[in-house]
Each structure stands twice: as C-alpha cells, then as structure tokens.
C-alpha cells in the first residue's frame, strides 16, 4: 500500500500547488488587464511552485523514509526486505 499512499499523497499536492499557481497567474492577469506598463513577476510563480513543492512533499517523504526503518526495529530485518520487494514489485 505504501506506493499506493505516496502516489496519491504526491498527486493531492500537485494539485494543491497547482491551484496556488492558477490563482497568482488570475491575479497577475488581472493587473495586466488594468495596467499595460505592469511586468509579469515571474520570481513569484518559482516561489510560489518551490514553496509548494518542499511543503507539500513532507508526509509522502516521511511515510517513504520512515516505513522501512519503523518496520525494521519493530519486527526485523526479513520484514524489511519483504517489504521493500512488495513496494518494489507493487511500484512496478
């Protein structure tokens, strides 16, 4: 289930940036519209992507990290391997 959770984690966030990016573009529209002299700000449209992106990626990084190290004190090293084949096998 861990590919599963991390793939759908990872498409939620793009869509939640994405939203956020739609709307600073509305809004950069919307200036262009009432003044012909404004310049796009570009810088805001990577911030705003590269602020999304490290925020967004925190919980599918950690389930990722974490899982095999959880699993390993808690129930050895044959789980571990177990697992990552069925994360590996499940991924592809």
Known sequence: MIPYAFSGLTM??????????VEECRRQF?????????Q???KECVRIA???SLREMILPGLIVMLSPIILGFLA???????LLAGILISGV
């Open 12 to 21: 939620k966030s793009v869509g939640k940036a994405a939203q956020i990016m």
């Open 30 to 38: 919307a200036l262009m519209r009432s003044d012909p002299e404004f």
């Open 40 to 42: 796009t700000d570009y």
């Open 50 to 52: 590269t602020q999304a």
């Open 76 to 82: 050895g090293p044959k789980a571990v391997a177990g």
